[in-house]
């Protein structure tokens, strides 16, 4: 069998993975895989761990969250400079979880994510598919594109993000988001941006949140793209109108059930390319990260099937 690279964060989940490390390394040694440990100490480790690791292995395994997965994807598209990248294995202990609701057999609305034991069982095994991944571009021409495997959003969404960060440490999975909700409804902006999608005329409007997702599910258990393809080649895109706190209290239980997509207030789209742009600078979550705390344009493109993953 090949040697795998596995870079664990331990502090992903608010401490699950530091829990359940001596297990899962562990159950790796006793499943036969062949493998190294590096550990992350800073933000953006994995990316750079990542990067070097295809180089030298044959696969890399993500130990936490989203944001763990999130780095990792962005180092292995940065070593294969956008092209098929090595395989990604994911060992879900974050708070979210987000994206591994994707690998196969698909994680049904309202259920639980495989855990870590069925991921050792995965990778051992090693069989692996192209999934699609998004490419995000700012405003500064020359610098370096970012990526997303699961999602990402302007406005409401990107305000949560920033404030789960403040949200306390007893709180985890969706009591953690929902505090982070609770916290952004007391104080929220409503961008005026333009939209394009594809080569079809832009719009303008105001907008809650306008999300762009590759996977199906946001935030632990909010099913934004219900019916999102992780394979299609295709990006989800739904606009919401610019709505007061009522309205968005009574659209949360809809997300949280994937009823929501025939609102009146939104808008659904499938789309190779999105341009958001706007007068003022606004925020940009993605897969739980803030890439872009600030800008005023924004390119959002997806990769046809580069990212190899271990299902």
Same mark, same amino acid.
């Given at each position: 069998?090949?040697?795998?690279?596995?870079?664990?964060?331990?502090?992903?989940?608010?401490?699950?993975?530091?829990?359940?490390?001596?297990?899962?390394?562990?159950?790796?040694?006793?499943?036969?895989?062949?493998?190294?440990?590096?550990?992350?100490?800073?933000?953006?480790?994995?990316?750079?761990?990542?990067?070097?690791?295809?180089?030298?292995?044959?696969?890399?395994?993500?130990?936490?969250?989203?944001? %763990?997965?999130?780095? +990792?994807? *962005? !180092?292995?598209?940065?070593? #294969?400079?956008?092209?098929?990248?090595?395989?990604?294995? $994911?060992?879900?202990?974050?708070?979210?979880?987000?994206?591994?609701?994707?690998?196969?057999?698909?994680?049904?609305?309202?259920?639980?994510?495989?855990?870590?034991?069925?991921?050792?069982?995965?990778?051992?095994?090693?069989?692996?598919?192209?999934?699609?991944?998004?490419?995000?571009?700012?405003?500064?021409?020359?610098?370096?594109?970012?990526?997303?495997?699961?999602?990402?959003?302007?406005?409401?969404?990107?305000?949560?993000?920033?404030?789960?960060?403040?949200?306390?440490?007893?709180?985890?999975?969706?009591?953690?988001?929902?505090?982070?909700?609770?916290?952004?409804?007391?104080?929220?902006?409503?961008?005026?941006?333009?939209?394009?999608?594809?080569?079809?005329?832009?719009?303008?409007?105001?907008? %809650?949140?306008?999300? +762009?997702? *590759? !996977?199906?599910?946001?935030? #632990?258990?909010?099913?934004?793209?219900?019916?999102?393809? $992780?394979?299609?080649?295709?990006?989800?895109?739904?606009?919401?109108?610019?709505?007061?706190?009522?309205?968005?209290?009574?659209?949360?239980?809809?997300?949280?059930?994937?009823?929501?997509?025939?609102?009146?207030?939104?808008?659904?789209?499938?789309?190779?390319?999105?341009?958001?742009?706007?007068?003022?600078?606004?925020?940009?979550?993605?897969?739980?990260?803030?890439?872009?705390?600030?800008?005023?344009?924004?390119?959002?493109?997806?990769?046809?099937?580069?990212?190899?993953?271990?299902?």
């Amino acid at each position: 069998m090949s040697r795998y690279l596995v870079i664990y964060n331990p502090i992903a989940g608010r401490g699950r993975v530091q829990k359940h490390w001596p297990e899962v390394e562990q159950g790796l040694i006793e499943a036969g895989v062949e493998f190294d440990v590096a550990k992350t100490s800073a933000p953006l480790d994995a990316v750079s761990l990542a990067e070097k690791a295809s180089e030298k292995y044959s696969a890399v395994i993500a130990v936490g969250g989203d944001g %763990t997965v999130h780095e +990792v994807v *962005n !180092g292995l598209l940065r070593a #294969s400079s956008e092209g098929e990248t090595i395989p990604l294995g $994911v060992i879900p202990l974050g708070n979210g979880d987000d994206f591994a609701k994707v690998i196969p057999p698909e994680t049904q609305i309202g259920g639980k994510v495989f855990d870590w034991r069925v991921a050792v069982d995965k990778i051992a095994k090693g069989q692996a598919k192209l999934f699609d991944v998004g490419r995000l571009t700012g405003e500064q021409s020359g610098e370096d594109p970012q990526y997303f495997m699961n999602g990402m959003d302007i406005g409401f969404g990107a305000q949560a993000a920033l404030n789960f960060t403040t949200v306390p440490s007893f709180l985890t999975g969706m009591a953690a988001y929902l505090a982070a909700i609770m916290k952004t409804l007391i104080d929220y902006r409503i961008p005026k941006v333009k939209i394009q999608i594809d080569d079809q005329p832009p719009f303008e409007q105001s907008t %809650t949140m306008t999300v +762009v997702t *590759n !996977g199906r599910c946001f935030g #632990s258990g909010f099913w934004v793209c219900p019916d999102a393809q $992780v394979d299609d080649g295709l990006l989800n895109v739904m606009v919401a109108d610019g709505i007061g706190r009522v309205q968005i209290l009574g659209l949360i239980p809809k997300i949280m059930k994937g009823t929501h997509v025939n609102e009146p207030i939104l808008k659904n789209f499938l789309a190779k390319r999105v341009v958001i742009s706007a007068d003022e600078p606004f925020a940009v979550e993605a897969d739980g990260e803030v890439p872009y705390p600030q800008t005023t344009r924004l390119e959002v493109q997806v990769l046809e099937r580069k990212l190899r993953v271990i299902i």
